[in-house]
């Protein structure tokens, strides 16, 4: 099984790369996250990878990071979620912004991806539940009742994950989730 390959990038076609290794070309498809991070054709270029082997194709999936191929695996566990649409999930959004929906159970965020829709998100929720998302180190996963809401309010103002995450941590215990959203709000305005 092919598990990393370094080489030179020979060609980006989303979501399609090709990988030169000593003089064998390998096509590898690749989440948006990772075709961004990646240096300019003709450039050394390293990838994690899954190697899917069917009767018809050996395919290989790249990956910038490790976390992006753990969730990759975890994703096409899955029934019914094929590579394409792990693929989709890790172009639409990063791997925390994953595991966070996982945690706060937000199926909304996940039907913002293409190819998501509200039962495919709910199952996607079910079946990933302490698997991704439960090692996260965010204030919803470790913080008392409300927090969570708080963080999801203001991730939904449009404010980063490291920002709600943030401005939430500075919240003074046993506050209210109106409340806290007041004093983050405050906060991130400064």
Same mark, same amino acid.
Do not use: N, W
């Given at each position: 099984?092919?598990?990393?390959?370094?080489? =030179?990038?020979?060609?980006?076609?989303?979501? $399609?790369? !090709?990988?030169?290794?000593?003089?064998?070309?390998?096509?590898?498809?690749?989440?948006?996250? =990772?075709?961004? *991070?990646?240096?300019?054709?003709?450039?050394?270029?390293?990838?994690?990878?899954? =190697?899917?082997?069917?009767?018809? @194709?050996?395919?290989?999936?790249? &990956?910038?990071? +490790? +976390?992006?191929?753990?969730? &990759? %695996?975890?994703?096409?566990?899955?029934?019914?979620?094929?590579?394409?649409?792990?693929?989709?999930?890790?172009?639409?959004?990063?791997?925390?912004?994953?595991?966070?929906?996982?945690?706060?159970?937000?199926? #909304?965020?996940?039907?913002?991806?293409?190819?998501?829709?509200?039962?495919?998100?709910?199952?996607?929720?079910?079946?990933?539940?302490?698997?991704?998302? #439960?090692?996260?180190? =965010?204030? /919803?996963?470790? #913080?008392?009742?409300?927090? +969570? *809401?708080?963080? $999801?309010?203001?991730?939904?103002?449009?404010?980063?994950?490291?920002?709600?995450?943030? +401005?939430?941590? /500075?919240?003074? @215990?046993?506050?209210?989730?109106?409340?806290?959203?007041? $004093?983050? !709000?405050?906060?991130? #305005? %400064?």
């Amino acid at each position: 099984m092919i598990g990393r390959l370094h080489g =030179t990038l020979l060609d980006k076609s989303p979501p $399609q790369i !090709l990988v030169d290794v000593g003089g064998v070309g390998y096509e590898v498809d690749v989440p948006m996250s =990772t075709l961004y *991070d990646l240096p300019a054709v003709g450039q050394a270029v390293t990838l994690l990878v899954h =190697t899917v082997i069917r009767e018809d @194709a050996h395919l290989l999936y790249g &990956f910038a990071t +490790a +976390a992006e191929r753990a969730a &990759f %695996r975890e994703l096409v566990k899955i029934s019914g979620i094929g590579p394409r649409i792990a693929l989709a999930l890790l172009s639409g959004l990063s791997v925390a912004e994953l595991g966070q929906a996982v945690t706060l159970q937000d199926a #909304a965020r996940l039907t913002r991806v293409p190819g998501i829709g509200k039962k495919t998100a709910e199952r996607l929720l079910l079946e990933l539940k302490g698997k991704i998302g #439960a090692d996260l180190g =965010t204030a /919803a996963a470790a #913080a008392a009742p409300g927090t +969570a *809401d708080v963080l $999801q309010a203001l991730i939904a103002l449009g404010y980063s994950e490291r920002e709600a995450t943030a +401005a939430v941590k /500075a919240l003074p @215990a046993g506050c209210g989730v109106d409340d806290g959203i007041r $004093q983050a !709000l405050k906060a991130l #305005a %400064r």
